[in-house]
Protein backbone atom coordinates (compact mmCIF):
# COMPACT_ATOMS: atom_id res chain seq x y z
CA UNK A 1 0.00 0.00 0.00
CA UNK A 2 1.23 3.52 -0.69
CA UNK A 3 1.39 6.01 1.64
CA UNK A 4 1.16 8.97 0.00
CA UNK A 5 2.44 12.59 2.19
CA UNK A 6 -0.42 15.26 1.69
CA UNK A 7 0.97 19.07 0.48
CA UNK A 8 -2.13 21.70 1.16
CA UNK A 9 -1.73 25.02 -0.29
CA UNK A 10 -2.59 28.29 0.70
CA UNK A 11 -1.40 31.45 0.28
CA UNK A 12 1.80 29.18 -0.97
CA UNK A 13 2.29 27.69 2.16
CA UNK A 14 1.96 24.36 3.45
CA UNK A 15 -0.39 24.25 6.00
CA UNK A 16 -3.71 21.88 7.27
CA UNK A 17 -7.02 22.35 7.88
CA UNK A 18 -9.55 21.10 10.51
CA UNK A 19 -12.20 19.16 8.92
CA UNK A 20 -11.82 21.72 6.19
CA UNK A 21 -12.47 24.89 7.66
CA UNK A 22 -10.32 27.27 6.38
CA UNK A 23 -10.99 29.54 10.06
CA UNK A 24 -9.08 26.47 11.54
CA UNK A 25 -5.54 26.54 9.60
CA UNK A 26 -2.02 25.51 10.98
CA UNK A 27 1.15 26.51 8.94
CA UNK A 28 3.42 23.54 8.64
CA UNK A 29 6.17 25.52 6.42
CA UNK A 30 6.74 28.62 4.17
CA UNK A 31 8.02 26.49 1.53
CA UNK A 32 6.18 23.72 0.02
CA UNK A 33 9.16 22.54 -2.15
CA UNK A 34 11.38 22.49 0.57
CA UNK A 35 8.64 20.04 2.43
CA UNK A 36 7.80 17.96 -1.12
CA UNK A 37 11.86 17.23 -0.92
CA UNK A 38 11.94 16.18 2.43
CA UNK A 39 8.85 13.44 1.76
CA UNK A 40 10.80 12.57 -1.36
CA UNK A 41 13.90 11.63 0.75
CA UNK A 42 12.43 10.07 3.53
CA UNK A 43 10.64 7.56 0.62
CA UNK A 44 7.48 9.05 -0.92
CA UNK A 45 6.66 7.15 -4.06
CA UNK A 46 4.08 9.97 -4.53
CA UNK A 47 2.80 13.26 -3.56
CA UNK A 48 -0.88 14.85 -3.20
CA UNK A 49 -1.08 18.23 -3.56
CA UNK A 50 -4.30 20.45 -2.67
CA UNK A 51 -4.78 24.13 -4.19
CA UNK A 52 -6.56 25.25 -1.29
CA UNK A 53 -7.31 28.23 -2.50
CA UNK A 54 -8.07 27.54 -5.78
CA UNK A 55 -10.50 24.77 -4.53
CA UNK A 56 -12.43 28.03 -2.82
CA UNK A 57 -11.72 30.01 -5.58
CA UNK A 58 -12.74 27.72 -8.67
CA UNK A 59 -9.78 27.97 -10.25
CA UNK A 60 -6.07 27.16 -9.98
CA UNK A 61 -4.31 29.83 -7.56
CA UNK A 62 -1.20 28.47 -6.59
CA UNK A 63 0.22 27.46 -10.22
CA UNK A 64 3.97 28.58 -9.37
CA UNK A 65 4.11 26.60 -6.22
CA UNK A 66 2.65 23.69 -7.92
CA UNK A 67 4.96 23.48 -10.85
CA UNK A 68 7.84 24.25 -8.51
CA UNK A 69 7.17 21.04 -6.75
CA UNK A 70 6.62 19.16 -9.57
CA UNK A 71 9.88 20.38 -10.92
CA UNK A 72 11.73 19.97 -8.07
CA UNK A 73 10.99 16.28 -7.08
CA UNK A 74 11.13 13.10 -9.26
CA UNK A 75 8.01 11.18 -8.02
CA UNK A 76 4.82 12.21 -9.62
CA UNK A 77 2.54 14.64 -8.10
CA UNK A 78 -1.11 14.37 -8.40
CA UNK A 79 -2.81 17.87 -7.80
CA UNK A 80 -6.24 18.91 -6.92
CA UNK A 81 -8.61 22.10 -6.26
CA UNK A 82 -10.47 24.10 -8.49
CA UNK A 83 -10.35 22.57 -11.57
CA UNK A 84 -13.42 22.64 -13.54
CA UNK A 85 -12.85 23.17 -17.08
CA UNK A 86 -10.18 21.43 -19.41
CA UNK A 87 -8.13 24.38 -19.76
CA UNK A 88 -6.83 24.06 -15.80
CA UNK A 89 -6.80 20.65 -16.54
CA UNK A 90 -4.40 20.58 -19.35
CA UNK A 91 -2.26 23.81 -17.83
CA UNK A 92 -1.23 21.52 -14.73
CA UNK A 93 -0.80 18.19 -16.83
CA UNK A 94 1.71 21.06 -19.00
CA UNK A 95 3.18 22.18 -15.69
CA UNK A 96 4.63 18.16 -14.72
CA UNK A 97 1.63 17.42 -12.89
CA UNK A 98 1.36 13.53 -13.17
CA UNK A 99 -2.56 12.94 -12.18
CA UNK A 100 -5.34 15.33 -11.49
CA UNK A 101 -7.92 15.30 -9.08
CA UNK A 102 -11.45 16.49 -9.66
CA UNK A 103 -13.77 17.16 -7.65
CA UNK A 104 -16.87 19.41 -8.00
CA UNK A 105 -17.48 18.44 -11.87
CA UNK A 106 -17.73 15.12 -11.15
CA UNK A 107 -20.62 16.33 -9.65
CA UNK A 108 -22.07 19.05 -11.59
CA UNK A 109 -20.72 17.91 -14.90
CA UNK A 110 -19.92 14.68 -15.23
CA UNK A 111 -19.97 14.29 -18.85
CA UNK A 112 -16.59 16.86 -18.96
CA UNK A 113 -15.08 14.18 -16.49
CA UNK A 114 -15.70 11.52 -19.42
CA UNK A 115 -14.20 13.64 -22.11
CA UNK A 116 -11.24 14.03 -19.35
CA UNK A 117 -11.04 10.72 -19.14
CA UNK A 118 -10.58 9.99 -22.59
CA UNK A 119 -8.71 12.64 -23.87
CA UNK A 120 -5.98 11.91 -20.72
CA UNK A 121 -6.50 8.66 -20.18
CA UNK A 122 -4.97 7.57 -16.40
CA UNK A 123 -4.20 10.70 -15.52
CA UNK A 124 -7.84 11.69 -14.12
CA UNK A 125 -8.81 10.82 -11.02
CA UNK A 126 -12.16 11.90 -8.89
CA UNK A 127 -11.82 12.77 -5.02
CA UNK A 128 -14.77 12.20 -3.58
CA UNK A 129 -15.26 14.12 -0.25
CA UNK A 130 -18.16 13.31 1.76
CA UNK A 131 -20.14 14.42 4.52
CA UNK A 132 -22.10 11.54 6.57
CA UNK A 133 -22.01 9.79 3.33
CA UNK A 134 -22.97 12.78 1.03
CA UNK A 135 -20.77 14.19 -1.33
CA UNK A 136 -19.39 17.74 -0.32
CA UNK A 137 -17.91 20.45 -2.93
CA UNK A 138 -16.81 23.86 -3.73
CA UNK A 139 -14.05 23.31 -1.84
CA UNK A 140 -16.38 21.72 1.05
CA UNK A 141 -18.74 24.73 1.44
CA UNK A 142 -21.53 22.75 -0.04
CA UNK A 143 -22.92 19.59 0.70
CA UNK A 144 -25.26 17.77 -2.39
CA UNK A 145 -27.38 15.29 -1.88
CA UNK A 146 -25.50 12.62 -3.88
CA UNK A 147 -24.24 9.66 -2.06
CA UNK A 148 -20.40 9.02 -2.43
CA UNK A 149 -20.65 5.29 -3.46
CA UNK A 150 -23.43 6.52 -6.38
CA UNK A 151 -20.98 9.03 -7.77
CA UNK A 152 -18.14 6.82 -7.37
CA UNK A 153 -19.70 4.01 -9.26
CA UNK A 154 -20.67 6.84 -12.35
CA UNK A 155 -17.14 7.66 -11.77
CA UNK A 156 -15.90 4.21 -12.55
CA UNK A 157 -18.19 4.02 -15.52
CA UNK A 158 -16.81 7.42 -16.59
CA UNK A 159 -13.53 5.95 -16.79
CA UNK A 160 -11.11 7.67 -13.43
CA UNK A 161 -8.07 5.80 -12.82
CA UNK A 162 -9.01 5.98 -9.06
CA UNK A 163 -10.79 7.17 -6.12
CA UNK A 164 -9.73 9.45 -3.33
CA UNK A 165 -12.24 9.45 -0.78
CA UNK A 166 -11.93 11.57 2.24
CA UNK A 167 -14.45 11.56 5.43
CA UNK A 168 -14.21 14.97 6.41
CA UNK A 169 -15.75 14.71 9.67
CA UNK A 170 -12.17 12.72 10.03
CA UNK A 171 -9.80 15.17 7.92
CA UNK A 172 -7.12 16.78 9.96
CA UNK A 173 -8.75 15.32 13.79
CA UNK A 174 -6.51 11.89 13.92
CA UNK A 175 -9.21 10.14 14.93
CA UNK A 176 -8.60 7.26 12.50
CA UNK A 177 -9.99 6.55 8.94
CA UNK A 178 -13.44 5.84 8.52
CA UNK A 179 -13.03 2.14 7.44
CA UNK A 180 -16.69 1.28 7.67
CA UNK A 181 -17.46 3.98 4.71
CA UNK A 182 -14.36 2.65 2.95
CA UNK A 183 -15.23 -0.98 3.07
CA UNK A 184 -18.66 0.34 1.36
CA UNK A 185 -17.21 2.30 -1.34
CA UNK A 186 -14.66 -0.85 -2.17
CA UNK A 187 -17.87 -2.96 -2.18
CA UNK A 188 -19.53 -0.78 -4.54
CA UNK A 189 -16.57 -0.13 -7.77
CA UNK A 190 -13.57 -2.10 -8.91
CA UNK A 191 -11.27 0.60 -9.38
CA UNK A 192 -8.79 1.67 -6.52
CA UNK A 193 -9.25 3.81 -3.90
CA UNK A 194 -7.02 6.09 -2.05
CA UNK A 195 -8.18 6.58 1.71
CA UNK A 196 -7.82 10.01 3.10
CA UNK A 197 -8.69 11.69 6.40
CA UNK A 198 -8.28 10.84 9.92
CA UNK A 199 -4.72 8.74 9.58
CA UNK A 200 -3.03 9.13 12.79
CA UNK A 201 -0.74 6.31 13.72
CA UNK A 202 0.96 3.33 11.93
CA UNK A 203 -1.52 1.16 13.26
CA UNK A 204 -4.39 3.12 11.62
CA UNK A 205 -2.35 2.57 8.26
CA UNK A 206 -2.37 -1.07 9.71
CA UNK A 207 -6.15 -0.92 9.85
CA UNK A 208 -6.42 0.10 6.41
CA UNK A 209 -4.06 -2.36 4.43
CA UNK A 210 -6.55 -5.22 5.88
CA UNK A 211 -8.78 -3.19 3.35
CA UNK A 212 -6.16 -3.65 0.44
CA UNK A 213 -7.49 -6.84 -0.84
CA UNK A 214 -10.82 -4.91 -1.19
CA UNK A 215 -9.20 -2.34 -3.88
CA UNK A 216 -8.02 0.26 -0.82
CA UNK A 217 -4.68 1.05 -2.30
CA UNK A 218 -2.86 3.65 -0.87
CA UNK A 219 -3.21 6.23 2.07
CA UNK A 220 -2.73 9.83 1.95
CA UNK A 221 -1.27 11.17 5.18
CA UNK A 222 -1.06 14.77 6.53
CA UNK A 223 -1.53 16.17 9.55
CA UNK A 224 0.20 13.38 11.33
CA UNK A 225 3.42 13.90 9.41
CA UNK A 226 3.83 17.05 10.24
CA UNK A 227 3.06 16.81 13.77
CA UNK A 228 5.56 13.70 14.03
CA UNK A 229 2.60 11.07 15.37
CA UNK A 230 3.34 9.19 12.16
CA UNK A 231 6.96 9.21 10.35
CA UNK A 232 6.85 8.46 7.07
CA UNK A 233 9.97 6.07 6.66
CA UNK A 234 8.61 3.66 9.40
CA UNK A 235 5.26 3.90 7.62
CA UNK A 236 6.26 2.64 4.23
CA UNK A 237 8.17 0.27 6.18
CA UNK A 238 4.88 -0.94 7.80
CA UNK A 239 2.77 -1.22 5.01
CA UNK A 240 5.27 -1.36 2.16
CA UNK A 241 5.28 0.39 -1.26
CA UNK A 242 2.59 -0.43 -3.72
CA UNK A 243 2.61 1.27 -7.05
CA UNK A 244 -1.58 1.85 -7.27
CA UNK A 245 -0.83 4.50 -10.31
CA UNK A 246 0.48 1.71 -12.13
CA UNK A 247 -2.63 -0.66 -11.83
CA UNK A 248 -3.80 -2.53 -15.04
CA UNK A 249 -6.98 -1.19 -16.53
CA UNK A 250 -8.65 -4.78 -15.26
CA UNK A 251 -8.01 -4.71 -11.89
CA UNK A 252 -10.72 -5.48 -9.99
CA UNK A 253 -11.54 -8.25 -12.44
CA UNK A 254 -10.11 -10.97 -9.27
CA UNK A 255 -8.98 -8.77 -6.35
CA UNK A 256 -13.35 -8.37 -5.77
CA UNK A 257 -13.80 -12.05 -6.26
Known sequence: MDVIPAIDLLGGRCVRLYQGDYDQVQTYGENPVEVARQWQEQGATYLHVVDLDGAKAGHPVNLAAIEAIARAVEVPVQVGGGLRDRA???????????????????????????????????????????????????????????????????????????????????????????????????????????????????????????????GVTGAIVGKALYTGEVSLKEAIRAVGQGRWQDVPPDFGSSAFA
Do not use: H
Not at 112 to 126: A, G, K, M
Not at 185 to 194: G, K, N
Open 88 to 214: SVASLLNLGVRRIILGTIAVEQPELVTQLCQEFPDQIVVGIDARAGKVATRGWIETSEVLATELAQRMAIAGVAAIIYTDIYRDGTMQGPNLEALRELAAAIAIPIIASGGVSSVRDLLSLLSLEPL
